[in-house]
């Protein structure tokens, strides 16, 4: 199922900016717009993985394990804030 392609997106270029992408859009033998479109999406696409991609050192990895398996015992702030949490909700 395809989207209806019915929004526009405006971009100023300099005429050597254009000559470049249009250049590049003949050698692959597809429109600018559709040489623009399918590389933007890829761009924005990995950026968006990356932003959502947590990568950990070993060592921070490990610590975070070590802090699931073995949590440490909570604060009296901590406690206090169950407390009111679990008054406040009826927990």
């Known amino acids: ?3 209806s392609k019915t929004n526009r997106i405006d971009l100023r270029v300099s005429k050597e900016q254009k000559e470049l992408l249009e250049t590049a859009a003949s050698i692959k033998g597809i429109s600018l717009s559709a040489y ?3 590389n933007c999406l ?3 696409k990995a950026d968006i993985a990356k ?3 947590l990568v950990l050192s070993d060592r921070d990895r490990d610590l975070f ?3 699931i398996a ?3 015992k ?3 702030d901590l406690v206090e804030a169950m407390k009111g949490f679990q008054q406040e909700y009826e927990v």
């Open 74 to 76: 909570p604060n009296q």
């Open 65 to 67: 394990l070590s802090l």
């Open 1 to 3: 199922m395809s989207a």
């Open 51 to 53: 932003h959502q991609k």
């Open 42 to 44: 890829e761009i924005a």
């Open 36 to 38: 623009l479109l399918a």
């Open 70 to 72: 073995n949590p440490p």
